[in-house]
T-cell receptor
């Protein structure tokens, strides 16, 4: 079955620690996205990538980093610079087009701070 | 910049009643518009989208939405609510250009009582 997988489902971060969230897709999509979801805030864009080895900052990129070395993979690192990382993180992918493309979402990773 | 406003963070209906979830966008040029649904601790699933083909859009699970340019609205409706419709619903907008990510509203939680 084609789809998007995210791991782990739950992730715990200690003070000053960097953690990496995994996102893999087998839909052959060129574009991939990372969103952060907080209660009552909707989804906010962290980073997105239209092609391999290229990515752009979204609205709340500070304290996060990404890489896009393979078409299928778009990992997100939450660095120690992100002072309020507790949230639900959603990865999505889509084909490239003119804005009308459906974004397909993974099941999410919930990040909690110890 | 584009923005999306969802009126009412929480809507409660009885089973069998009409569901109406409101969404207004800000743009002088009609964008692409989407409605997504999210069940607890899961990713988002597309319900329907408007891409200029028809102003009344039918989606999955009996939902539909009507694009009204004069009102800059894209409200979501369902004639008869079912208990399984209880979830969080997000309206999103995308500009008509390549490489744009979605801009989401803050979401509306739908509760359905028997």
């Amino acid at each position: 079955d084609g789809g998007i997988t995210q791991s782990p489902k739950y992730l715990f971060r200690k003070e000053g620690q960097n953690v990496t969230l995994s996102c893999e897709q087998n839909l052959n999509h060129d574009a991939m996205y990372w969103y952060r979801q907080d209660p009552g805030q909707g989804l906010r864009l962290i980073y997105y990538s239209q092609i391999v080895n290229d990515f752009q900052k979204g609205d709340i990129a500070e304290g996060y980093s990404v890489s896009r070395e393979k078409k299928e993979s778009f990992p997100l690192t939450v660095t120690s610079a992100q002072k309020n990382p507790t949230a639900f993180y959603l990865c999505a992918s889509s084909i490239q087009g003119q804005g009308q493309e459906t974004q397909y979402f993974g099941p999410g990773t919930r990040l909690l701070v110890l | 910049a584009q923005s999306v406003t969802q009126l009412g963070s929480h809507v409660s209906v009885s089973e069998g009643a009409l569901v109406l979830l409101r969404c207004n966008y800000s743009s002088s040029v009609p964008p692409y518009l989407f409605w997504y649904v999210q069940y607890p601790n899961q990713g988002l699933q597309l319900l329907l989208k408007y891409t200029s083909a028809a102003t009344l859009v039918k989606g999955i699970n009996g939902f539909e939405a009507e694009f009204k340019k004069s009102e800059t609205s894209f409200h979501l409706t369902k004639p008869s609510a079912h208990m399984s419709d209880a979830a969080e619903y997000f309206c999103a907008v995308s500009e008509k250009q390549a490489g744009t990510a979605l801009i989401f509203g803050k979401g509306t939680t739908l509760s359905v009582s028997s």
